[in-house]
């Protein structure tokens, strides 16, 4: 006769063997206090089989893969047993493209890993952010973007204090930032050769060499 046994602590499905044959008892069978002869069910991927008190049960089984939650950091799951609330199951595959496009490329939806839909809006927001925030100090700026491109420092000033705004943003700032719009613009007006992109680099070359 065939018994099943299960782990005494997990309660999982360990393995089937012979029944051994009681030497009291003839026709009757030994079983041990973690066995039944309830046959094991089948199974499917992703699927494990514990012994409930009362017969097998069918539960998921993740063991060896990874999940994560809305702060997308894969962990890797280690337990049987439905996932913890909040976290979904993502594929190796999906680990590599968090890890190149970083955690804002999928969202959870539907208890589902997807790609998030507002990626490419998302991250043009935030360069447009980061290159906002670039800046160099004033001496920095004559020397790297107005001496270049033929703007001598009177011309400068001279275009500084051509209107209120333009002096106020210039002489109650520590610093020219990417972002200023209104100083920036302003003082482009007088260096057509100079795309966005070309003074973007500039400043971001001013940053690393700080």
Not at 25 to 47: F, H
Not at 63 to 84: A, H
Not at 161 to 181: I, K, M, Q
Request: aromatic residues 10%.
């Amino acid at each position: 006769m065939l018994i099943y046994l299960w782990n005494t602590e997990t309660k999982e499905y360990l393995k089937y063997q012979e029944a051994q044959k009681n030497p009291k008892r003839p026709g009757e069978y030994l079983m041990p206090a973690n066995s039944t002869t309830e046959q094991i069910p089948d199974v499917s991927e992703n699927q494990t089989i514990i012994y409930n008190g009362e017969h097998w049960e069918i539960i998921p089984d993740f063991r060896g893969k990874y999940m994560v939650n809305s702060e997308m950091f894969p962990v890797e799951v280690t337990k049987f047993g439905d996932l913890p609330e909040g976290y979904v199951l993502i594929a190796p595959e999906q680990i590599e493209l968090l890890r190149q496009k970083g955690q804002n490329y999928f969202v959870i939806s539907d208890n589902k890993l997807i790609k998030n839909p507002n990626y490419e809006q998302e991250e043009k927001e935030k360069e447009q952010k980061r290159i906002a925030k670039l800046n160099m100090t004033k001496y920095d700026f004559f020397k790297l973007v107005c001496l270049p491109n033929g703007i001598s420092y009177q011309k400068l000033m001279e275009l500084v204090n051509s209107n209120d705004d333009t002096a106020a943003a210039w002489n109650l700032c520590s610093a020219v930032y990417r972002g200023d719009e209104l100083l920036i613009n302003s003082i482009k007006t007088y260096l057509p050769d100079i795309s966005d992109d070309e003074l973007t680099k500039i400043f971001e070359k001013a940053v690393s060499d700080v």
